[in-house]
């Protein structure tokens, strides 16, 4: 079955770029699908920070997107995610999921990776 | 974009039925019939329990449910079960390749 995996620094400074890639496994990047990224601030809701189709194609939340970078690698079958100038406030679990093209739902999801945001 | 709005709680006895809204703009919910619903249990992954509205994933029980009405979508558990204590999330597609999450429900079964 398709399994993600999110992996990266847990620890980032504040003013520094954030990086996590997702690998999956189980199926194809190159053969379809929107893969997203969603984080989750400690104790708070889900927030999604942006998708990327297989072709390239990204897609970002408002709020963060003069600060995202969603890239594919399909060589490795993985995609990534950068975030510039962190603060605080983006301490977060980060999670790495497919998207369906015509359903726009989320499934499956990786096991979400913590990252702190501190000097 | 703005959150979809759900109340922070709701509780029931095993066996009853608990119903959580989800209420967002003809943007996001009443614009398109691309609802879904996640439970997520503490230290968990959230998991998909309801897509496009109303239909279950395979091994999702049919005591979840889900519907829409306007901008306000809705997610039941009927007979609830003690495994079933956990925060519940709806998502909107909103256009554009965007998505929007809702602020999230804590059920909890007394």
């Known amino acids: 079955q398709v399994q993600l995996q999110e992996s990266g620094p847990g620890l980032v400074k504040p003013s520094e770029t954030l990086s996590l890639t997702c690998a999956v496994s189980?199926?194809?990047?190159?053969?379809?699908?929107?893969w997203g990224w969603i984080r989750q601030p400690p104790g708070k809701g889900l927030e999604w920070i942006g998708s990327i189709y297989h072709s390239g194609s990204t897609y970002y939340n408002p709020s963060l997107k003069s600060r995202v970078t969603i890239s594919v690698d399909t060589s490795k079958n993985q995609f990534s995610l950068k975030l510039s100038s962190v603060t605080a406030a983006d301490t977060a679990v980060y999670y790495c999921?497919?998207?369906?093209?015509?359903?726009?739902?989320?499934?499956?999801w990786g096991q979400g990776t913590l990252v702190t945001v501190s000097s | 974009q703005s959150a979809l709005t759900q109340p922070p709680s709701a509780s029931g006895s095993p066996g009853q039925s608990v119903t959580i809204s989800c209420t967002g703009t003809s943007s996001d919910v009443g614009g398109y019939n691309y609802v879904s619903w996640y439970q997520q249990h503490p230290g968990k992954a959230p998991k998909l329990m309801i897509y496009?509205?109303?239909k279950r994933p395979s091994g999702v029980p049919d005591r979840f449910s889900g519907s829409k009405s306007g901008n306000t979508a809705s997610l039941t558990v009927s007979g609830l079960q003690a495994e079933d204590e956990a925060d519940y999330y709806c998502?909107?597609?909103?256009?554009?390749?965007?998505?929007?999450f809702g602020t999230g429900t804590k059920v909890t079964v007394l």
């Open positions: 496009e509205v109303s």
């Open positions: 999921a497919r998207r369906t093209v015509f359903g726009r739902w989320f499934d499956p």
């Open positions: 189980g199926y194809s990047i190159s053969s379809g699908y929107y």
């Open positions: 998502s909107s597609y909103a256009g554009s390749n965007n998505s929007v």
